[in-house]
């Protein structure tokens, strides 16, 4: 009962709650060149959990991750808002998706190439 008191369930308000979240897919050219950067996404969370009007509102650097980022938005699922118990949608939602090459990636791309047969 404390719980739900503190999560304000007790009144039947909530914020919306993220429950599925793929990661985004790193552009492969961005791998290779070893680019990383930044998303903001604004999007709208419908009264059954799902993603709509995904945007960007800001990426660096510009345009390399952009699609990556709103392609994985689109696939986010949430329990949606609840106010006075009804579920209802909510707009503007924002988040940050952050590309970043893991040290094992980075090595991989520095190491020298072979070439077969010599």
Same mark, same amino acid.
């Given at each position: 009962?404390?719980?739900?008191?503190?999560?304000g369930?007790?009144?039947?308000?909530?914020?919306? =709650?993220?429950?599925?979240?793929?990661?985004? %897919?790193?552009?492969?050219?961005?791998?290779?060149? *070893?680019?990383?950067?930044? %998303?903001?996404?604004?999007?709208?969370?419908? &009264?059954?959990?799902? &993603?709509?009007n %995904?945007? %960007?509102?800001?990426?660096?650097p510009?345009?390399?991750?952009?699609?990556?980022?709103?392609?994985?938005?689109?696939?986010?699922?949430?329990?949606? =808002?609840?106010?006075?118990? *009804?579920?209802?949608?909510?707009?503007?939602?924002?988040?940050?998706?952050?590309?970043?090459?893991?040290?094992?990636?980075?090595?991989?791309?520095?190491?020298?190439?072979?070439?077969?047969?010599?």
């Amino acid at each position: 009962m404390l719980c739900w008191g503190l999560c304000g369930c007790a009144a039947g308000n909530r914020p919306p =709650m993220l429950l599925v979240a793929e990661g985004p %897919v790193y552009p492969e050219f961005a791998r290779a060149q *070893q680019i990383e950067g930044v %998303v903001n996404v604004a999007y709208d969370v419908t &009264v059954t959990g799902s &993603v709509i009007n %995904v945007r %960007v509102i800001k990426a660096v650097p510009s345009g390399m991750f952009d699609r990556a980022a709103v392609d994985a938005v689109r696939g986010w699922k949430f329990l949606p =808002m609840q106010r006075n118990g *009804q579920s209802v949608a909510v707009a503007d939602q924002i988040s940050t998706l952050t590309f970043k090459l893991s040290v094992d990636q980075k090595d991989r791309a520095k190491a020298p190439k072979t070439i077969k047969g010599l």
